[in-house]
DNA sequence: AATGCGTATTAAGTAAATGTTAACTGATTT
DNA sequence: AAATCAGTTAACATTTACTTAATACGCATT
């Protein structure tokens, strides 16, 4: 491996399981990939080691004791130094429920034990991409790229330099694609909680990218929100 | 500036203990975090609120005189219009029965006392999230999937995107499919309480919604209200 | 068969949410 | 100081969801 590449810090990754044999089963596949692993027995302990370590994966059982992982979830949510940290879950396959109470409270992404390593470490992969600062989807309908680095967004070959909040706006719909954004969320990411501005101003910022990129879907729903459109009919 | 703050409805729940200190106690720390709390003093005058108020959630002591908790649930759980109205007993650690015999006359879950605030709170709003979650039945029957995060519906492989009043009614059939909800009942969960609509809109929307998801059964029963058809015959 | 009650079905009306445009403000650049 | 640009606002247009009203249907009771 030559020097002159550089060197990304490895993606460091927090596991919160009360079983012993599955915190190890995992942390010797996640070591073996090259990430830093840190472990923790319960929720209550998660919690501690994860404003510490502010790690930038947080995988959680949902099942444990003292406090569980949707309760955990919560929690950690709370925390804004771990805002861009993703959480998943642990979850066996029975408990169905969870799966969906746990997306629902703040979580990223679920896996279902029992754990194949492979779809693990795939999985794993797959979610720390997405976190990264630049994104890009590309399928046979749309092609799309959002550069924080160098803050243009490319689409369909064609680059924009588009204004900081215009910007924000396009990465925040693009965050979740398909994800409905009410315009609370959005003005809360967008411009901050504090900041009051006037009702027509999101409309505005939607209709110049839409005006801009419009190659792109942004969905107006009534009543609820915008999202991102990407299955284009 | 115009206040564009989204109303969001907060969610109703009705105190029935007979202990005025507890009362006193929960009711204020319920009505801090914005909810709409409502009280009763016994099963009996519990039951006669829960049917005008609606609650989305029901506390209910376990103890108490003229009719128990346990007695009051059942009577709740007989009324439709109460149909997806939430039901959780309060309880002394002690009684550890009642426990067990609540959770079967159909409670959704049970608080242990000493009452701890803060446990308390992080309860409810778990069990308040459970309701407006996203929710998927696959049968040999029916497929059908209610996601609130992309706000569409999926139904035999078909995407839908419902308007706002269609989506929620839709969501709080499917919220306990088979169970029958009464007018009263949707238009105090979809519309609010201070709305008031005439006889035909909810018949309205309920035709829309036969429209465009055929597949699924809406089924009407006369005199009663709606109710989701999922063991089509 | 006639009545009455509750629901279904339309189409048309209304209110609410969003779209659009241009003009204004304040910051930054020239 | 003029020009440019991002961001916001205000006034108005447009679109849609939602509601209503009028009428038809279905079923039970008599």
Known sequence: ???NI???PMPKILLVDDEPDIIELIQYHLEKEGYLVKTAKNGVEGLKVAKSFVPDLILLDVMMPEMD???????LRKDNTLNSTLIAFLTA?????SHVAGLDSGADDYITKPIKPRVLLSKIKALLRRSTVNQIIKNDKVSLEINRDKYIVI?????????K??????ALLFSKPGNVFTREAIL?????DDIVVGDRTIDVHIRKLREKIGDVNIKTIKGVGYKLNLNVN
């Open 1 to 3: 491996m030559p020097d």
């Open 6 to 8: 550089e060197k990304k």
């Open 69 to 75: 992982g949707i309760e955990a979830c919560i929690e």
């Open 93 to 97: 396959r029975a408990e169905d429920y």
């Open 155 to 163: 689409c369909e070959g064609k680059e924009f330099t588009l204004p």
């Open 165 to 170: 909040k215009e910007f924000e706006l396009l």
């Open 188 to 192: 809360a990411k967008v411009w901050g």
